[in-house]
């Protein structure tokens, strides 16, 4: 009989780090002082975040009040309709700046998103957590009124998305852009949710996410971390693939009816506590 494998050993509550130098030194405080060092942490971030935000928001802003000035002689309910009008415009200014701010900002930072297991309170979780939150800037203030359309497409591949030709994405619903792979001729059905993380007994787990070509994800559906899915397979509303699950290409939902599944049960690696090669 074969061995199992063995968990992955780290301990999650430990003050230590293995990293040299003020890597180790910065691991080190944070894991010893996690919430004060979080907090810190957070700083540049908010910094950064409002710097984006803020350079998107201005050429609406210049609107607006180039708008309130050029009307402030009108009559008072068509010069304040001008100003309501105008600010709604702003926005969606702002808006149409932001898609294209919020990646360059990703891009220039020296940090990229990569495959990671281990302790959340890590060096290499950092830039989980600054793209994410970059991404879900756009994703919370304006996403939702570009999708679907070609735009929400460009806003993910210039937040380091591969995505091949004739995607459709109808979902604002999409975490670590970065860690994502999709086909020639993908669709992703309404709010229908992709995820290139998941957590596992205390531990931060970051792994790819592949779908293959001419692959169809239904409304609802949720893709986890570490999922490949085989070229022309579908997704059912609502089903949820776990990490670790490879689905063969062609193969259909299954069937409500647990005795009539045409396309096959849905193959899972067992051991979701091995040690990730």
């Not at 030194?25 to 894991?31: G, Q, S, T």
């Not at 460009?154 to 086909?183: A, C, Q, R, W």
């Amino acid at each position: 009989m074969q061995e199992k494998k063995k968990a992955y050993k780290e301990d999650i509550l430990t003050t230590k780090s293995n990293l040299t130098g003020l890597a180790g030194l910065f691991e080190r405080m944070l894991r010893r002082f996690r919430t004060g060092m979080f907090l810190a942490a957070l700083l540049p971030l908010y910094l950064i975040g409002i710097l984006a935000m803020g350079i998107s928001a201005t050429p609406g802003v210049y609107f607006f009040f180039w708008v309130k000035t050029s009307t402030a002689h009108w009559l008072p309910l068509f010069h304040y309709m001008s100003m309501s009008t105008a600010a709604v415009v702003a926005y969606f200014i702002y808006g149409f700046c932001l898609i294209f701010v919020v990646p360059f900002f990703n891009f220039i930072l020296p940090f990229r998103i990569k495959p990671f297991r281990g302790n959340y309170y890590s060096l290499l979780s950092v830039p989980w957590y600054i793209h994410n939150a970059l991404t879900y800037i756009v994703r919370y203030t304006f996403l939702e009124f570009i999708t679907p359309t070609p735009l929400n497409v460009l806003f993910y591949k210039m937040m380091g998305m591969k995505v091949g030709k004739g995607v459709h994405i109808n979902t604002t619903n999409i975490s670590d852009p970065g860690l994502i792979e999709l086909g020639d001729h993908v669709t992703i059905g309404g709010s229908a949710t992709i995820i290139g993380h998941y957590g596992q007994k205390g531990y931060l787990v970051l792994k790819k996410v592949k779908i293959g070509d001419g692959v169809t994800i239904g409304m609802k559906a949720t893709i986890m971390g570490d999922v490949h899915i085989g070229n022309g397979a579908m997704i059912g509303p609502h089903e949820v693939i776990l990490p670790k699950s490879r689905i063969p290409a062609h193969r259909k939902p299954p069937q409500n009816d647990n005795n009539n599944n045409p396309g096959g049960e849905i193959q899972f690696k067992k051991d979701l506590n091995s040690k990730d090669a």
